[in-house]
Each structure stands twice: as C-alpha cells, then as structure tokens.
C-alpha cells in the first residue's frame, strides 16, 4: 500500500464516551490499524463532557479491543495515539483548547492537517459544532477537514433541510459524509458488481423479466435502552428512509456511466425521484405497520414494546413497516418493490429476493401444475451470499422438474473476514471517496417519500400491539403480497 492510500490524519470523535465509539468506531479504526490501512502517523481525539483523561479513553479502547486477537505491545503502540478533550459544545474556549490540541499533535505526528470531525453525539448538537469548528477556526488548516454525520439526519423534511442549511454554513457538500452504515457491508456493496458485472443479469434487470423485488431487514432484537430515540423515530424513520431506500436505489438504478461518486449518486438519485408517492388513501393500501408484542424470541420469551424502558405504554410508535413501492420508469413500471423491517422478528437477516416471472409456457404442465419461479437472493446478513435458484431435472424417470439452487458464501473463501461497515466507511473517508455515503438529494427525496407516509399514520391512531414478538409481522403485510398474487419468499429460501 502506497502512502496515498494511507494519508496523515486526525480523527476527532464528538460523543467519545459513548455507546457508537466504543462498540463501532474504536473496533474499527483498530481493524484499519492492524491491516496496515492507517498511516503509523495518526491521533484520535476523544471529545464529550465527561472529566475523562487520555488515560482514561486508552483503557476504554483496551476494554472495546477485548476478545479481539492482537499482541500486547502492538495494543499498547495503538492506545497511546488516543487522547481525550473535556469538552462543552456551546462554549468557545473548548473549540479554542481543542484546537490548541490538534495543532499541537498535528506537530508531533507530521500530520498536515488533514482533520476528520466525527459526530458520534445527541444529533441536536450537529450542526451547532459544525458551525463552531468554522467560525472558531478549527476547519482552517493547511490540509483537508472533512464532516462525518451519524444518523439520524433529522427526523422529517423540514428538520434535515433545518440541520442541512446549518452544516452547509461551515461545510461544502463534498466535505460531508453522511453515514448510512448500509452502505458499508460488503453485500449491499456487492449489488453493484452483481449488476454490472455480470452479462446474465443486466439484460434480464427490468420489467419485462422482474415480476417482483423483496427486500427484508428483519432484527430480533427490541429497541433496547434506546426506547427514548425509538419513540421520536420508529421504523419508518430508523430502517425506511434511510437503509431500505437506499437498498432500492442501488438494485433499481439505471447503470452509471462511470464507477465515479457523483454518477453513481446521480443514478440513485433518479430512482428516488421516479419513486411513486404515497400519500392520503393510498398509505393504507400500499404500506402496513406493526408494533410487537410480547412473545418468544430465541426460545426466551420476551416483553411487549410498552413495556420497554422510556416507552409510552399507549405508543402509537411502529416497530415494523412494510410497504410496495413503484418505481415509474421505463425500466420498473409494474415491478412492485416490497420492503420489510421490523424489530423483534423471528430471524436475524438482511436479505433481497429478486423474481423472475414465468416463462410464457410450461412445457412440464403434465408432470408439474406450476414451475418454480428463478430467484436471485442476495444474503446480506448475517451469512453473506449469492443463491442463484434454478430449475432442474428431478433425478430420475419421471422427467419432473424441481428447484435447483446455486450458492455462492462469502464465509466459504478461505481467510476471508469481511470488514465492519464502520471500518470500510471511516477508510473511505480519509480517502475522500464519498460513494458510500448519502448526498443531501438523497435525504431530501427520501424524508419526502416518507414524511408523506407518517403524515397519514400520525393522524390515524393504529390497533397496536399487532404482531407477537418472534413472529414475521403483522398479517397485512403478507396480504400486501398476496394481493398482487405473492408471497414473502421465506428467509431460510436460498441457504
Ligand atoms: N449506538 C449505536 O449503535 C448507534 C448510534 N448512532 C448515532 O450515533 C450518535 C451517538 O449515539 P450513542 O453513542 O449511542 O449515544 P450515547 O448516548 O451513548 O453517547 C452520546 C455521547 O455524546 C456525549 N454528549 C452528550 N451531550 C453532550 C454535550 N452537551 N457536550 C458534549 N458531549 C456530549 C456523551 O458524553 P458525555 O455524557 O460524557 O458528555 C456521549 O459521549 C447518535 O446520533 C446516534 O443516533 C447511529 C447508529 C447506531
Ligand atoms: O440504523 C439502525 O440499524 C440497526 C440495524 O442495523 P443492522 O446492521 O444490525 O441491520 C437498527 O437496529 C437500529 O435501530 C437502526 O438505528
């Protein structure tokens, strides 16, 4: 690896106290460390109220690394480019001090200011800091400053476009890198190259050969302490806005001219803007919600989600959405894209079922009433894969068909561990690749198509709870399939 591939940064983490740092960002930029990825000449600033000390951030960071295999001195050499900044963000002089500290690491490590400023805090606080780092002169250095933004960016239209007009006082667009962690893992990624890579697929990627697209990201976890946030956000606003229509742009965009950041985002921003609104009526015909209640998960059972911590035991507030969308363009129009969240599910897994339509005669009527369709799954998580599923001949003399699958496992290729989403996305940045993170056209057309969507739940009050915890969801959203004369391909389908 070349120098430019590894260039001289400081990285600074707002909220280094937190639950992201420790369980995400330490992790990751250890990984990054260890792989040779990091120049040997690096700081990270840990920044948040508490009277930490560096000492006090190293132990964390030892405390993050436990269970990850590495030797002791090396672990040492890592921790000791670890520092922390007692910091408060509505006061000056803390902008002043930290600035003193980077300058003054900058000098010992030859970095030449080259600055990550990463929002890992309450997201009231983002724009208010990105507006101190400029104006307290923290973004004027001899090198490159660059944003990361956690989720959530908002929680509607007007609030982003709010917080957006704040960062982009302080910050250009392209210093921005808004983190949709999606976008890091290795099989969403992989979209692209199955796509576009592959001569079989791209002819076949449309409507005259796609009868429909599934997409679930099913959690059995609940919201756990994170009840506050959840009952401000719900599904829709956690998993749809960002995650799950960014997985629809990626599958549904048109191919780009070249592999480059502004033509792949220019194509995924076109799907979101050919996306069908829903809105008044149609809400209740095209998306369902649900809110768990108790049940078994794991074989343990388990509380309702008004029973969780810092929940309003009456909330309105989905745990799962599941909804149709179309897509109107040349490429999509009739092809129902169906996505699925929800928490407190019966299974673990991220994954996209791709299916084809029929062929225009069964030649087999006589031994088989119905051939199986072909699928494409994509597995994203937690195993991470391609199943192609096929027709074949059942082994035999009576010549009947039967599926047929082909799969393909990350896991199976010999000393290949995929990185963390956060790993992949941090390297990204400090090389100032913002492909996978979201341009602001993308939250503005994404907050649109949704906001229109809780405009309508938010007036209606919903029969909650509505699903047992460990079950699939609610019955409607397997009739949102069954209308149109599907079913929620099983997630165990391709393994
Ligand atoms: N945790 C996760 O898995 C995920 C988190 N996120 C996002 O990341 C961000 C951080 O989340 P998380 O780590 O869970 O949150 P935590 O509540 O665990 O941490 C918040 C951090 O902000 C600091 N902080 C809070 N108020 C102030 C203040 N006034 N001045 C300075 N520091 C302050 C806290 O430290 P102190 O109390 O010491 O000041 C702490 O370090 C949020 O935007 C969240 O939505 C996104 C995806 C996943
Ligand atoms: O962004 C979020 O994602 C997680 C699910 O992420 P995954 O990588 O485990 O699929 C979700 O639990 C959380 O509520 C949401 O904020």
Same mark, same amino acid.
């Given at each position: 690896m070349t120098r430019s591939n590894k260039p001289r940064t400081t990285i600074v983490i707002f909220g280094a106290t937190g639950d992201l740092a420790k369980r995400k960002l330490f992790p990751s930029i250890y990984n990054l460390y260890k792989k040779g990825? @990091?120049?040997?000449e690096f700081a990270v600033v840990g920044v948040a109220r508490r009277p930490w000390t560096n000492e006090t951030i190293r132990d964390t960071v030892r405390q993050s690394l436990q269970g990850n295999d590495h030797a002791a001195e090396e672990l040492e050499e890592f921790c000791s480019h670890f520092y922390y900044h007692p910091f408060d963000v509505t006061s000056k002089s803390s902008y002043h001090e930290l600035n003193e500290l980077l300058t003054r690491l900058e000098s010992n490590y030859h970095i030449p200011g080259n600055r990550i400023f990463y929002m890992a805090m309450a997201p009231e606080f983002f724009g208010t800091i990105a507006v101190n780092l400029k104006t307290e002169g923290l973004t004027d250095t001899a090198g490159w400053t660059r944003l990361v933004i956690e989720k959530p960016f908002g929680r509607d239209y007007p609030s982003a476009y709010e917080l957006n007009e704040e960062i982009r006082q302080a910050f250009d667009e392209d210093q921005i890198y808004r983190i949709d962690h999606y976008l890091g893992k290795e099989m969403v990624q992989n979209i692209e190259v199955i796509r576009f890579a592959n001569a079989i697929f791209e002819p076949l990627w449309n409507n005259r050969y796609i009868s429909n697209i599934q997409i679930t990201s099913s959690e059995t976890l609940g919201v756990e302490d994170r009840g506050g946030y959840y009952e401000t956000s719900g599904a829709l606003r956690d998993m749809v806005q960002n995650h799950m229509l960014q997985m629809v742009s990626l599958l549904a965009m048109? $191919? $780009?001219?070249? @592999?480059t950041t502004n033509e792949i985002r220019s194509e995924k921003i076109k799907v979101l803007r050919a996306l069908r609104p829903v809105t008044g009526d149609k809400v209740h015909k095209y998306f369902v919600r649900g809110q768990y209640g108790p049940g078994t998960v794991n074989g343990k059972e388990v509380d309702g989600y008004r029973n969780e911590d810092k929940v309003d035991p009456q909330s309105h507030t989905e745990t799962f959405v599941a909804g149709k969308l179309l897509i109107d363009n040349h490429r999509w129009a009739g092809v129902p894209f169906y996505i699925r969240t929800g928490k407190r599910m019966g299974i673990k897994s991220t994954k996209i079922v791709v299916q084809f339509k029929e062929l225009p005669m069964n030649l087999y009527f006589d031994k088989n009433d119905v051939m199986h369709p072909n699928l494409l799954i994509i597995h994203i998580q937690p195993d991470e894969g391609i199943s192609l599923v096929l027709n074949g001949k059942k082994i035999g003399p009576t010549g009947e068909t039967i599926p047929v699958q082909l799969d393909y496992s990350n896991d199976s290729v010999d000393g290949v561990n995929t990185p963390e989403a956060y790993e992949r996305l941090l390297y990204d940045c400090m090389l100032g690749d913002a492909t996978n993170f979201a341009h602001w056209d993308e939250l503005e057309l994404s907050w649109k198509y949704v906001d229109a969507i809780s405009k309508v739940w938010e007036t209606l009050p919903a029969q909650f709870p509505n699903y047992p915890s460990g079950s699939m969801g609610p019955e409607e959203s397997d009739r949102l399939l069954s209308a149109d004369g599907f079913h929620w391909w099983p997630l165990d389908t391709g393994k």
């Open positions: 990825q @990091l120049s040997e048109d $191919p $780009p001219i070249r @592999l």
